[in-house]
């Protein structure tokens, strides 16, 4: 099962709203309603920040908010904020013959 | 509090087998799965494999198949990842998390992580 993919970083300014994309295919990321992504911060554990596709765990701020179109899932974060800065990981339920995981590439985020 | 703490780093040579320790705190053990994760330096997340803590039932990653081991002991509340034949790119960072609801709904609770160097 290959890697989800998304862009290597995405850049912006305080205060703009930017987009990570997560590109897979039927048998993950199109075929479930079960995207989830992670913030993880240089030496940290990953936070989950978005889970089925679009709903926010208690505690993460509504800055944060996830879509899914076809096989692509999305992330936006608007308000971007110095504390933003990290790396972003989707993941999808998927199925292969077999249930697994999937994670994506991951993404850094850049407060400019 | 919700917590899971994991087990101390681990230095290793090539071919050995490493067994790492997840203790669960502050929820009821046997109602949430399992899943390992683990992160080689400077790399993304690879998924290992799903424990369920109430029956033990697992999933393992196809590319791990044969060589991981994933247990629970529902009397002390802590999930085991065992690796095996140990190669120089196992070394990485595990982690131990929580599945939230099902099988695939998300990771709510991690681990700090356990490091494990291989080399000889």
């Known amino acids: 099962q290959s890697a989800l993919t998304q862009p290597a970083s995405v850049s912006g300014s305080p205060g703009q709203s930017i987009t990570i994309s997560c590109t897979g295919t039927?048998?993950?990321?199109?075929?479930?309603?079960?995207v989830s992504w992670y913030q993880q911060h240089p030496g940290k554990a990953p936070k989950l920040m978005i889970y089925d596709v679009s709903n926010r765990p208690s505690g993460v701020s509504n800055r944060f908010s996830g879509s899914k179109s076809g096989n692509t899932a999305s992330l936006t974060i608007s308000g971007l904020q110095a504390e933003d800065e990290a790396d972003y990981y989707c993941s999808s339920y998927g199925n292969n013959n077999t249930l697994l995981y999937v994670f994506g590439t991951g993404t850094k985020v850049t407060v400019l | 509090q919700v917590q899971l703490v994991q087990s101390g780093g681990e230095a290793k040579k090539p071919g050995a087998s490493v067994k790492v320790s997840c203790k669960a705190s502050?929820?009821?053990?046997?109602?949430?799965?399992i899943s390992w994760v683990r992160q080689a330096p400077g790399q993304g997340l690879e998924w290992m494999g799903w424990?369920?803590?109430?029956?033990?039932?697992?999933?393992?990653a196809l590319r791990l198949q044969g060589r991981v081991i994933m247990t629970r002991d529902t009397s002390t509340t802590t999930a085991y990842m065992e690796l095996t034949r140990l190669r120089s790119d196992d070394t990485a960072v595990y982690y131990c998390?929580?599945?939230?609801?099902?099988f695939g709904d998300g990771l709510d609770v991690w681990g700090q992580g356990t490091t494990v160097t291989v080399s000889s």
């Open positions: 039927s048998s993950d990321v199109g075929g479930y309603n079960y």
């Open positions: 424990i369920s803590a109430y029956n033990g039932h697992t999933n393992y």
């Open positions: 998390s929580r599945e939230r609801g099902g």
């Open positions: 502050g929820y009821r053990f046997t109602s949430y799965g």
